[in-house]
């Protein structure tokens, strides 16, 4: 059976021995510390990482072998490793992926002066960096047809102060207003006050009934929000909220069906016996901000992929053990867009709308 190995094939893991530097270009926060391997050393530093690494026999060998095939060795990965059932090959992919595609940019970029890796592990954004005279060109290392880690509106809100774009089309400064909002409001007030924002833009799913577009229409989600926010625990109906009897109606024919609770409580609700308290709304909020942006009606993509225009993705996927990549910068990353991903339960609000490249 398959050895979970989790971080210890990350990058923070196989070069914890290497001396850290202080990259003034990247530091992002006071005590940021980076890796700087040169390029031309990059292949054995890593080799000799696997080696010396607290990791199993089998491993070892597959992950050395798969550094000489990135390398453009001869090596035939296929049929040693397809049919090994003591290697997990999602973690491989996951985990290792952001030392395996360095290698991949050296062969096929000129002037890779060297390799830098952040040794903060939650580093916002770039996995790793490629300096090229004085430039250092960031990448994201991502595995198959999907990504694993969110963008929190937060870390693109402060991008948004720090980018010297200026945004005309209506669609970006529809995108910028909405990721501002969730990034800078709190829980609660933020997802109504972007529901406010899609109601002006008549931005719903395709498949919601009128009689809903109506209701939530109805409300002033700007006024409304910060009530909702310092009352979140108590009942919509006793926070004077104007037209909260719309509210009831979104969360009882919108929210309630598609929800995971036991019918006895679902029930319960619908009949009046309990009444949505701001948590419940924020829930339904929040799913109704997820409908929307998966159905594309509410679609930020074009102008986070004109913010992160210096974001490059690497992705790499395992076929038959056998490495792969693609390298994509993210404006021309037009085969997936951002996706909303919410954090929270029906009753506890545990995080704000992330977005997955």
Known sequence: MAVALDLALSPSSMFSKLEQEVVTQLVQKPKDTFYVIPSKKYHKVALDAVDSAKIPAIYKKYLSTLLRYANGEKVDLKESFSPSKEINFNEVQKYFGEILGPLNIIKTMRNAESIVFPVRTNYQLF????????????????????????LTPTVISERIKKSKQRFTDKEMLFGRDVMVTLGEASIVDGLAKVVGLMVKAKKFPKAMDRKIVSALSSVDWEASAPVMQQKRTQPIS??????????????????LPRTKLDTKIKNAYISGKKEYTGNNVAYGLGMLIVDANKEGTLDCSPFLRSLFNDLNLVKMNLVSAVPSFRVVNLTDYSDAKFLFRSKYRWDVIKDKLGIQL
């Open 127 to 150: 996995d790793f960096f490629v300096k090229s005279g004085n430039s250092y060109i960031g990448y994201s290392s991502k595995t198959g047809g999907s990504t694993s880690n969110t």
């Open 238 to 255: 006793k926070m004077k909220i104007k037209n909260s009897s719309n509210i009831d109606y979104f969360m009882s024919n919108y929210v």
